[in-house]
Every structure is written in structure tokens, then in C-alpha cells.
């Protein structure tokens, strides 16, 4: 989507674009597809921005084709569901007193304690605990980003909680689910949110593919590339891209003032350098990891399951981690008498759990809607599986220096821009990757190309939205 936003405000200025897409479809993660009456995304998307520019834009690529939902999901905790962001009253009447007391009394030791003896938390868990006590941290954050991230609390870093969750603690939680945020003031856990009409989330990358070759660009999908080529720059240090060639072997050569803006994911790109960069940025890019996701598709025997639009499912027992179902983000996505729902299995690329079939994970998938009691046995039916080997980038506690060490290496390469969430390395929201577009293509129609790739990694890289 980065991609895309950049290269449609290039072409709409003149200049000459061509965008090449590794898959089918655009938009990465950001993209649908139709599997008989069903248009299904790869997992649950929400539009929300702060950024007038960023909605403007979305009105024009839709043509104001856009519905407007409030945000409605939940989480089970202790077999009961909870509605998340989590409301005082709800959790009032759901968790046994002895339990709440507990939450309340170490969310007030880890305050004044922090206050008392400030102290930097590196890590996750430290984080979530000194902000929220450890009794929440047990019951829901540990829990969840366990089996989400398939690693422990503790080698996870801090930045990840500061960016996602981005409150202060608990009391401050409380105070935002009893009262709206002042106007203008960015909130973590939205609770509206833009969802297109029709053709799924992916037609908002559609619309701005369809836009970029309306106003003479190109955009060629299929087209993964293998290798960059690099040549020693005629005037100055550093290196150009050359050229780039494409699995199918056909070659892109490159003239002076071309110009490359780079989404594939960063380890990837350091790999097809060629010549290929040194030893210790291999290296470094090797340590940059991604959680992977299993998307698996049921059809159900009923209008609805649930009014959510997700489900979060913290439990260790329990595969599928989030639910979510098509029919509630536009009924378009849906229609007729049955519903289809999307459920996550976080792994890794090639683990067990990633060479499952269709077969076998719709059967791991219906067991656990028939434990939360979403679902009656055998009223499912498999729809579809999806696999993204790069869904999430893992911020382990190191990840930082190797990021750094690899962002500093591509820099020398003059004409190489590198944006967006696979090409920053970094967990953001698809209005992010809009406005990430737009400050690359702003700084080269500006002649300030770095400045625009400053901008844009400027983008998300503070306390943001919760996911």
C-alpha cells in the first residue's frame, strides 16, 4: 500500500512509473479475494486515521463508496467473553471480585513503585507490568503475545508495547473507556473505523492501482524480483541500482536519475544485492525475523456467528488466536443465508503448523469455535487457506542494533528508498503506510528525496494505535 500511494502521487504529478507486484493481486497484506459469494481478507482490517490528507485521499480512490462501522470486539477470558477495548461495567460484572482486587492492587505497587524508583524496562512483560500490574499481565497480555508471537514476554522488546499499547497504565485506560478523547487527540484502542462497500479491504489498493494506470503508469503483477544490481556511483561515494532482474529472468535497466522505492521486506533486499553487501550486514539481516500466519476460511451454516468483527483468543489451549467475520465489516462481503469466518494461527515459515492443508487446519480451526461455543460440531465447511510468511516483524530485544546496521548499509545506495511496513521493518496501520507513500514521493518531486525517506520513516515510529 506504501508502494502504491507513492507511485499514484508520482504518476498524478507526471512523472513516469512502474510498479512491480510479486503477487496476482496489490496491496499486500492489504489485499482480498473471492472464493464463491465470499470476499475474504487476510485477516481483519480496520481504516482509522488522524491525518485529513490520508482520508482525503481514501475518499478519492473509493469515490466516497465507504461505510463508517463502530468498532465491536471482544475477548475470552476465564470462558467468558469480554467486550475489548474492556468496559468497566463489563469487567465488573464478569471477573470475580478476589481477581479485580488483585488487578487493582498491583496495578497501585507497580505505580508507585515506578515512581518511587524510576527504571527503564527493556523488555515486554517488564513493560506491561510496571504500567498495568502483574495480575493483567497474566491474565491477558502474557497470554496472548505468547501464542501470538510464539515467544515469551521477556525477549520481546519494549517497543512493542510503547508503540501498541501506548498508554500509561491502567487508570488511563479506565478514564478513555469512560469518556472520549478530546478532538484531535490520537487514541490507541479506536473505536470507529472506514471499511469499503465492496470488493473487500483490498479495494482500496485496487482503487490506487487502478488510478496509477489511469494516469499512465504501470503496474505489473506477478512479477517478484530476484536480484538488484548495483553500480559505483560516476560522481560522488556510495552506490546506484543499475539495474533489476525478475525471477523470469527479464531484466530492468535503469538510467541515470531513476529512481527506486523499495516495500519488499529489508532481510530480502539485502539478499539480492549484487555485488552483495558485506558479511556482517548478511549477518544482521539474517536476525531481522517475521511471525507467519496461517488464514484459514470457514463457511458457516447461519446468517451470523457473532456481531464482532473480531474475537482475540489469549488461550494457550486453544490454536486459532483472532477470529473474524466478513459479513460484519460489509454485508457485501457475505451475502445470503450463510457466513464466512477468517481464523489466525500465528507459526514460522516451514514449522509444522505452516505445511498444515486445508483439510487439517479447518479441523483445528472448528474444534476451537466449538469450545468457545461460537459454533455447532459439523455446521462448518472449508473455504480457503491462506499463508504469509512475513505478517509480522519480530521485535526480539536486538532487533534494534541489526535494524540500524542495515538501514545505515542501504543508505549508501543513492537511488534506493525503502518505505512502508515490510521495508521499514515495522508494525503499522495501513493509513501509516498511505502517508509513508506520500513523503517519498513528496521529497522526489521535491529533489529531496532524503528528506522524504526521513518523513516517512518518521511515520508510526512513536506510541501509536494498539492493534
Excluded at 23 to 40: D, K, T, W
Excluded at 291 to 302: D, S
Excluded at 410 to 418: E, F, P
Aim: glycine share 8%; aromatic share 8%.
Amino acid at each position: 500500500l506504501a508502494g502504491l500511494s507513492c507511485a499514484e502521487a508520482l504518476v498524478r504529478a507526471g512523472q513516469e512509473v512502474t510498479v512491480l507486484e510479486k503477487e496476482s493481486q496489490v496491496g499486500g497484506m492489504a489485499r482480498s479475494f473471492q472464493v464463491g459469494p465470499y470476499c475474504l481478507d487476510l485477516g481483519p482490517h480496520r481504516f482509522h486515521t488522524n491525518s485529513a490528507t490520508v482520508q482525503a485521499q481514501l475518499e478519492t480512490w473509493l469515490a466516497g463508496d465507504i461505510l463508517l462501522r463502530q468498532r465491536l470486539s471482544r475477548i475470552l477470558l476465564r470462558d467468558r467473553f469480554f467486550d475489548y477495548p474492556l468496559r468497566p461495567q463489563n469487567v465488573l460484572n464478569g471477573l470475580p471480585p478476589t481477581l479485580l482486587l488483585r488487578a487493582f492492587a498491583d496495578w497501585a505497587v507497580a505505580r508507585t513503585s515506578q515512581r518511587l524508583r524510576p527504571r527503564k524496562h527493556p523488555d515486554f512483560e517488564s513493560w506491561v507490568v510496571a504500567h498495568f500490574g502483574r495480575t493483567l499481565y497474566d491474565i491477558f497480555f502474557g497470554p496472548y503475545t505468547t501464542k501470538a508471537w510464539g515467544m515469551v514476554g521477556t525477549s520481546i522488546s519494549a517497543d512493542w508495547a510503547r508503540q501498541r499499547i501506548g498508554h500509561r497504565g491502567l487508570w488511563d485506560v479506565l478514564k478513555q473507556a469512560l469518556r472520549p478523547p478530546a478532538e484531535g487527540q490520537p487514541r490507541s484502542l479506536t473505536t470507529e473505523f472506514h471499511y469499503p462497500r465492496r470488493g473487500g479491504i483490498g479495494a482500496i489498493s485496487q482503487a490506487a492501482s487502478d488510478a496509477i494506470v489511469t494516469n499512465g503508469g504501470v503496474v505489473m503483477t506477478e512479477c517478484p524480483v530476484r536480484t538488484l544490481e548495483l553500480e559505483t556511483r560516476s560522481s560522488g561515494p556510495g552506490q546506484r541500482v543499475s539495474g533489476i532482474r525478475l525471477a523470469n529472468g527479464q531484466a530492468i535497466e535503469l538510467v541515470p536519475g531513476d529512481q527506486v522505492v523499495n516495500t519488499m521486506a529489508l532481510p530480502f533486499v539485502a539478499r539480492a544485492l549484487r555485488p552483495l553487501p558485506p558479511a556482517p550486514v548478511l549477518s544482521a539481516a539474517g536476525k531481522l525475523r517475521h511471525v507467519a500466519i496461517l488464514f484459514i476460511y470457514l463457511e458457516v451454516a447461519c446468517p451470523r456467528v457473532s456481531p464482532d468483527h473480531w474475537i482475540y483468543l489469549p488461550q494457550a489451549d486453544l490454536r486459532v488466536h483472532r477470529i473474524s467475520e466478513v459479513k460484519n465489516f460489509s454485508d457485501a462481503s457475505a451475502p445470503g443465508p450463510t457466513t464466512a469466518l477468517c481464523c489466525e494461527i500465528t507459526c514460522r515459515r516451514g514449522d509444522a503448523t505452516w505445511r498444515l492443508d486445508l483439510q487439517r487446519a479447518a479441523q483445528l480451526a472448528e474444534a476451537d469455535l466449538v469450545r468457545t461455543g461460537l459454533v455447532e460440531p459439523g455446521s462448518t465447511r472449508p473455504l480457503a487457506l491462506r499463508r504469509l510468511a512475513e505478517a509480522y516483524p519480530i521485535y526480539d530485544l536486538e532487533y534494534r542494533e541489526h535494524l540500524d546496521h542495515l538501514r545505515s548499509s542501504l543508505r549508501a545506495v543513492d537511488n534506493l528508498h525503502t518505505t512502508g511496513r515490510q521495508g521499514l521493518f515495522r508494525y503499522n496501520n495501513m493509513d501509516h503506510s498511505i502517508a509513508m507513500g506520500q513523503h517519498i514521493a513528496q521529497g522526489l518531486l521535491n529533489g529531496a528525496p532524503r528528506q522524504g525517506a526521513g518523513e516517512s520513516a518518521a511515520v508510526a515510529a512513536r506510541e501509536t494505535y494498539f492493534g
